[in-house]
């Protein structure tokens, strides 16, 4: 778009200029636009491609090591070929080439969990973009924030982003947060006025700009320019809305991982050291007539294997991978996460803090009660659709013979900023669903809503904030009267009246009227009716300061509209699930405390010796006051954002974990401060949002509970292949080491290493390979969620000790046992003991696993095909491990022999003592705590 002086011009001018109107674009110019602007977004850093993360895998130190003494096993083999023209091309290069195939498979295996995770973290990014309010067709419609186009008409209100810069067509109260391009932390006041063309950015009051904030207020602008045309663009920074952060357990398993890698490293030299010594002792003796520098190759190969075998590097990649498939499971049940390391996090959650309306309730209004001249009026109908009947008494009513009744709906109907709207045959709503009731009952009485608003025109407009708990607007009416509608709370709207209109005349407002009032208000709370109080004052024609405290005072109270939200059918069974899975709900809402009480205790909230607190009763009590019975509290009414930030610092010092829920801009402080902060998708607010840890796509308490069980059935998975990696990564240098020590004392021949380089290395990559992979996406177990949330002292290998020394032990006995009964007992060659102790390593890994899917039941009592794809990993993974002593060129590559069916008897008895590892014996017992 061409750089104009959008600022300086009129906005009629601008309108022209970008060929638009208030109305918006048409879909179909919209799309024009898209192609010819392209999409509204910065340009981002050139992401890593697949081959840049497969060549990253050849970087890891081991891998360059192997990959150096492959170069040389190619030079030692091209010698040889020299004095032996008679050698195959297999049989010169076979090491080399056994060990250049397994590190590519290695570093392919690697390469599919960083690919799959990177494409995860990227699905999760599109999913926590941001979107953009914006009319279209006529018509107000949330779009993603990268489809917005010049000339399109954004609106926006506190709380929210402003998705690309545009020139103010309206501005009520509006004052943006800068300080992201200007650095200026001070809120600028906006308007729709013209400024100098000179003026800087600062000071350019008729504009808004792309990444900043409303503060307060709400504003409708048209749009200039979008991505790297908007100043924000100009500076080229970049602004990601969900970032691929280290997680906590990452972190605390990269840590672990290290510190195992050190300890790994020193034992794999000092066994290149006793190999590279038995060489030596073996020259000296003269049973060497020189020393071999293939014999060198060789043990250096096995150190360098054993390193990579042992190191559980693939550990922290496992995580990322599972946290970001397992992300994507949450958004297909409209949980958006964030932040990674919120999905482990929720497994632990110990109490939710859940908005009321619309989370734990269906957010559908309808009004269905009236109260005014000290009498109560029925309102019939369902939903949106502006159907009913006006009914007191049990008989209907004549609502146009009654003057206050038109005057309640029509404040209802005015100070309001939602929308209704037919689509074919159904009503739709924009905005606040609270709002949109009172249009419905508006129109339910025969008001046209835009004959009125063209009769009674909105001038000026004090928005509603959580703090205030009302809503005033200022209009113009007939013959240039001047009147302010107020609605909100109705013990606040009462504070702010003088008077009260009564059967058709305004009287003084007395002590008796507020106590009817109230009790009136008490008694439609009591029915579960979410109430509102409506209010008006006629104001001077010639006032042009419309702050709060000119405009609302000395108000006329009119009456009261009471609108029912009912319960969600599935958080009643969602609070059901929490209360097996030992996790508590509480619920915190600005309604009034009946209310509150009433919906708590259909949910089944409300407990015999549950409390219930006010905001009012919060502030006075003391912090130790309040702490002493946090716990108790199962409903919060008339509460702030400021007591929700108190509410989680209370719970978090009982030592709970706490998930907090929120949508307005001021919810910001506790979401952030809570361990799980969850923004509402719909009716939240960009700051809320971008605070939180996790976004509801719908609104729904039950989706909370899903998002909890999810994220127990995530780090389930995350512990079972770290049991099975862990207990399988040391046996290997355990038989070595023990090996090599004893062949130092008593003799290479004698002891000879039982394993060559390409042998382990096949162990491993079976290890980490697609049977390992397959317990990360394992179906969850049957009482994932009758069981209480974890301690979150509790590290990831908390409670698997046992288990993994057992079968740490085990398969060392088992692959020392097979290697002696054919070498030592029987007297076969040492190629046909290697081979045997080969299978048997490689399959006791491959049968442990299956005890490594739960950590209750053993394979013996678990449902064989609920995970098939780990099923046939493991079955394929067996099959390609038993062809190896058959196929020639494996022959060759891993120097195996076939064996016969005596030689399987003793592998598979042994190998099979993986499946006694019992999670019903070794699981659970606290030997050791690691955090």
Avoid at 89 to 110: K, N, P, S
Avoid at 304 to 325: K, N, Q
Avoid at 706 to 714: D, F, K, W
Wanted: glycine letters at 8%.
């Amino acid at each position: 778009m061409k750089a104009e002086n959008w600022h300086a011009m009129p906005v009629e001018e601008v309108l022209r200029a970008l060929k638009t109107s208030p109305e918006g674009l048409r879909d179909e110019e919209a799309k024009k636009r898209l192609t010819q602007y392209g999409y509204n977004e910065l340009k981002e850093e050139k992401r890593r491609t697949a081959l840049h993360m497969f060549l990253k895998g050849f970087k890891d130190i081991f891998i360059i090591l192997l990959l150096g003494a492959t170069a040389i096993s190619i030079l030692i083999g091209y010698y040889e070929a020299l004095e032996d023209p008679s050698l195959t091309f297999v049989e010169t290069y076979a090491d080399a080439i056994a060990i250049m195939v397994i590190v590519i498979l290695v570093v392919v295996t690697g390469f599919v969990q960083e690919y799959r995770s990177e494409k995860a973290i990227e699905a999760l990014r599109k999913l926590a973009a941001p979107g953009a309010r914006v009319i279209r067709n006529g018509y107000e419609v949330k779009i993603p924030a990268r489809e917005v186009v010049p000339g399109d008409i954004v609106l926006f209100e506190a709380g929210d982003r402003v998705p690309a810069d545009g020139r103010l067509l309206e501005a009520v109260e509006l004052r943006m947060d800068e300080a992201i391009l200007t650095g200026e932390s001070t809120p600028v006041m906006k308007g729709i006025d013209p400024v100098e063309p000179d003026a800087p950015i600062s000071g350019r009051k008729s504009m808004v700009f792309m990444a900043t904030y409303a503060n307060y207020g709400r504003g409708k602008a048209v749009v200039t320019a979008t991505g790297m045309g908007t100043e924000f663009g100009r500076i080229a920074k970049l602004v990601q809305e969900a970032e691929a952060e280290e997680t906590p357990l990452q972190r605390k398993l990269d840590a672990f991982a290290k510190n195992i890698a050190k300890i790994v490293i020193i034992v794999c030299i000092v066994i290149f050291i006793l190999e590279a010594f038995e060489q030596y002792m073996e020259w000296q003796a003269g049973r060497l007539h020189e020393l071999g520098i293939k014999g060198m190759l060789d043990a250096f190969m096995v150190a360098v294997s054993l390193a990579v075998s042992a190191v559980p590097e693939g550990l922290p990649a496992i995580v990322t991978v599972t946290l970001a498939l397992g992300a994507r499971e949450f958004a297909k049940r409209n949980a958006i996460i964030r932040r990674l390391s919120s999905a482990e996090t929720l497994g632990s959650t110990t109490i939710i803090c859940s908005d009321k309306t619309g989370t734990l309730t269906k957010g559908e209004m309808t009004v269905r009660s009236l109260y005014l001249n000290d009498s109560f009026i029925e309102v019939t109908g369902v939903g949106y659709e502006p159907k009913g009947e006006f009914r007191k008494d049990g008989s209907n009513i004549d609502p146009k013979e009654d003057k206050g009744l038109e005057l309640l709906l029509r404040i209802g109907l005015l100070c309001n900023n939602a929308g209704l709207h037919q689509e074919s045959d159904k009503w739709r709503i924009t905005g606040d669903p609270t709002e949109a009731a009172l249009i419905v009952s508006a129109m339910k009485y025969g008001m046209n809503p835009k004959e009125v608003e063209s009769l009674y025109k909105r001038i000026a407009e004090v928005p509603f904030t959580s703090e205030r708990k009302r809503m005033t607007t200022i209009h113009e009416g007939p013959k240039g009267s001047r009147v302010a509608y107020m609605k909100g709370a109705p013990e606040v709207v009462l504070e702010h009246c003088s008077r009260i209109f009564r059967n058709g005349r305004e009287v003084r407002l007395t002590e008796a009227h507020k106590k009817r009032v109230l009790e009136a208000n008490d008694k439609m709370a009591e029915g579960a009716l979410r109430v509102l109080g409506m209010a008006y004052r006629r104001l001077p024609k010639d006032l042009e300061n419309f702050h709060d405290e000119l405009v609302e005072r000395d108000m006329v109270f009119v009456g009261l509209q009471g609108m029912i939200d009912p319960p969600r059918e599935e958080a009643i069974e969602a609070y059901k699930l929490c209360q097996k899975a030992g996790v508590e709900t509480v619920m915190i809402t600005g309604d009034h405390k009946l209310t509150a009480i009433a919906v708590a205790k259909e949910i089944g909230l409300m407990k015999p010796d549950s409390l219930v607190l006010t905001g009012a009763e919060l502030d006075k009590l003391s912090d130790d006051e309040f702490l002493a019975i946090v716990e108790r509290v199962a409903v919060y009414a008339r509460v702030s954002p400021e007591h929700k930030l108190r509410i989680v610092e209370a719970l978090k010092k009982k030592g709970h974990i706490v998930a907090m829920t929120g949508d307005g801009v001021n919810d910001a402080p506790a979401i952030k401060r809570a361990d799980i902060g969850i923004a509402m998708g719909i009716t939240g607010t960009d700051v809320t949002r971008e605070a939180s840890a996790m976004v509801l796509a719908d609104d729904n308490y039950a989706t909370i509970v899903r998002a909890v069980e999810r994220g127990r059935i995530i780090y389930d998975n995350i512990r079972k292949y770290a049991r099975f990696l862990l207990a399988c990564n040391f046996d290997e240098l355990l038989v070595i080491g023990t090996f090599a020590v004893l062949g130092g004392i008593f003799g290479e021949e004698m002891f000879p290493l039982p394993l060559l380089a390409p042998m382990i290395l096949w162990i491993n990559l079976v290890t980490d390979g697609a049977p390992a992979i397959a317990l990360s996406v394992d179906p969850p177990e049957e009482d994932v969620m009758d069981r209480p949330p974890r301690k979150p002292e509790e590290g990831i290998l908390y409670g698997m000790i046992s288990f993994v020394i057992a079968s740490f032990i085990l398969q060392f006995t088992g692959t020392v046992v097979t290697f002696g009964i054919e070498y030592w007992i029987q007297g076969h060659g040492l190629d046909k003991a290697r081979t045997v102790a080969f299978m048997q390593a490689a399959l006791f890994e491959l049968f442990v696993v299956w005890n490594c899917r739960s950590e209750k039941h053993s394979v013996f009592r678990m449902k064989f095909w609920n995970n098939k794809f780990f099923v046939l990993a493991d079955l394929a993974s067996i099959a390609l491990t038993m062809a190896i002593p058959y196929v020639p060129v494996f022959q060759m590559m891993f120097r195996t022999v076939p064996l016969l069916w005596d030689d399987w008897i003793v592998v598979l008895g042994t190998a099979s003592w993986g499946f006694l590892v019992l999670p019903e014996i070794f699981m659970g017992r606290k030997v050791l705590r690691w955090k």
